[in-house]
């Protein structure tokens, strides 16, 4: 099977000539595959913020081959893989080290998966720091100019690759303890849990609920669409992956509650008087109206896992 397609996420930048020497390593090999670059700008050795980049993408990637490199064990004996998913419509060629894992998960697993041991698909190497340029990309580029998997390296159980490990949400005595999974250029904060997570917490469909961040806390307003919001106001809005994310509307979530991935993010209900029981507070100082353009801001896996948010328009 040949693949028109290459996708291609790493977290090599733009600055340094990774990228384009990968691009150029698999135009000399498959000049006819269309290369898409997903992102480049991935945090450097953030594997699980890759992982999730990749699941949100996933089902709207075009078939083909996906080539991710994310590798801080490049040049260690963590193995370079490629792993056929949907009856083969696509292959994933990467490190294994939990950066595939959601994206096989979101897709339904694994059909099967190659070590990349074939010294005929990989470039001779002066030292053992590019992989992206000897070992992966020339594999993406010969599994798309249709040289079969099973070529490229020994077959190996697609149960044991590297799983992907992500954050469970958790409620106890009413309050329900989440985590930041991605943080977009907006400042929209996606968090681990879906509507339904919520919907326990409160009355009715449309009330309000308590953040609590550290010491700070805020009643967050829970909308369908970013301008559904005043200037300042925090909200709660599902997006476009299915997941709650807080966002301001032409502000930043992040930025108003100092949040990064991995912080953590309590939700309760509010009492009578508008506030949680026992939930601290702090004032808010407001800021004129206006401010920053921009909009708002799935959760995973193990072993072959799962699962992502957008803005004024989407991310």
């Not at 992989?131 to 010969?142: E, N, S």
């Not at 409620?171 to 339904?196: K, M």
């Not at 010491?215 to 970013?226: G, K, N, P």
């Amino acid at each position: 099977m040949r693949y028109d397609t290459i996708t291609f996420l790493s977290d090599y930048g733009r600055s340094d000539e990774f990228v384009g020497v990968v691009h150029s390593v698999i135009r000399s090999i498959c000049p006819e595959a269309a290369v898409i670059d997903l992102s480049h700008d991935v945090v450097p050795y953030d594997v699980r913020g890759a992982g999730l980049l990749l699941a949100r993408s996933a089902q709207y990637l075009c078939p083909g081959v996906v080539l991710a490199v994310v590798d801080p064990g490049v040049g260690t004996e963590r193995r370079a893989v490629a792993v056929s998913i949907g009856d083969g419509a696509s292959i994933l060629v990467g490190p294994d080290n939990g950066l595939l894992a959601p994206a096989v998960g979101m897709c339904g697993g694994a059909d099967a998966a190659v070590h990349l041991t074939s010294a005929e698909y990989r470039l001779e190497s002066p030292g053992a720091t590019f992989d992206g340029r000897d070992v992966f990309a020339p594999a993406a580029a010969h599994l798309a100019a249709g040289v079969p998997l099973t070529e490229l390296g020994e077959s190996i159980d697609p149960a044991g690759l590297f799983p992907g490990v992500l954050p469970m949400h958790a409620t106890e005595d009413g309050r329900l303890e989440a985590e930041v999974l991605w943080v977009d250029r907006y400042g929209n904060a996606q968090l681990n849990i879906g509507p339904d997570d919520v919907e326990v917490l409160v009355e009715e469909e449309d009330d309000p609920v308590e953040v609590t961040v550290r010491d700070i806390s805020r009643v967050a307003s829970r909308v369908t669409a970013f301008a559904e919001l005043p200037n300042d106001r925090l909200g709660l809005v599902v997006d476009s992956y299915g997941l709650v994310a807080l966002t301001v509307y032409r502000g930043s979530a992040a930025d108003e509650l100092h949040l990064e991935p991995g912080s953590a993010v309590f939700l309760s209900a509010l009492d009578e008087g508008g506030a949680s029981a026992d939930a601290p507070t702090t004032p808010v100082t407001l800021r004129p109206a206006g401010g920053p353009a921009g909009g708002s801001g799935s959760t995973t896996t193990g072993g072959s896992a799962t699962e992502e948010s957008t803005s004024e328009g989407e991310t």
